[in-house]
């Protein structure tokens, strides 16, 4: 697709429950580099497609490379994954920072992963703020929840399956139902920043 040989709807796939998958294609070098003219030809694919989607959830990956910066400005809320490895933290920390010096953007969501309690995510959550705030008083960063540490978690993960279809019961499969609903509550409440939006088109047509 990204070589124009396919349109961007004969490569995406159907998982669980509805859920349409677009794959990034594992250990495929172009698309960790791609040019500006590929990331521009991608979102105007998104623009085409016939499918309504009621949310568009891109998983860029750790670090702060030029893709990871891209779609993170593209995209209309930003949820910052951190745990509380404090080079994870300083690495969330990082991410925050070149996103706002760069492109401006002030508003990010964090959600924190593989802890133990509600504590513990607190504890992430406090010293990110606080590490932001010594940069850029204006930041905001919300606070979304968090998800435990969970064996059955890696099970599924090796299993290749979704924990909520295997373990369902699972402290990690609750953590990820809580969070969708408080996102799903607070979906465009917030103030667009101005970025490009995916599905901008469509969005408007259908509001």
């Not at 593989?114 to 930041?139: C, G, H, P, W, Y």
């Not at 019961?169 to 953590?175: D, T, Y």
């Amino acid at each position: 697709m990204i070589n124009g040989e396919k349109d961007l709807a004969d490569v995406i796939v159907e998982g669980p429950e509805g859920i349409l998958i677009i794959p990034a294609g594992s250990g495929v070098q172009e698309l960790a580099h791609l040019t500006n003219g590929q990331k521009l030809n991608l979102l105007n694919e998104f623009d085409t497609l016939d499918e309504d989607f009621d949310i568009f959830l891109i998983d860029t990956g750790a670090g702060i490379s030029s893709n990871t910066i891209y779609f993170n400005i593209a995209a209309q809320e930003r949820i910052v994954v951190a745990t509380c490895e404090p080079s994870s933290i300083r690495a969330a920390g990082a991410l925050v920072e070149v996103i706002f010096t760069q492109h401006g953007t002030r508003r990010f969501k964090l959600l924190v992963n593989m802890v133990n309690d509600a504590d513990e995510a607190r504890s992430v959550f406090e010293i990110l703020s606080d590490t932001v705030q010594r940069f850029e008083k204006d930041v905001s960063i919300e606070y979304v929840g968090f998800i435990p540490k969970d064996d059955n978690l890696q099970r599924a993960a090796r299993e290749q399956c979704s924990v909520l279809e295997r373990y369902p019961e699972s402290v990690s499969s609750k953590g990820f139902c809580e969070l969708a609903e408080r996102m799903l509550a607070s979906s465009g409440n917030g103030p667009c920043d101005g970025n490009i939006k995916f599905f901008w088109r469509k969005l408007m047509s259908l509001h």
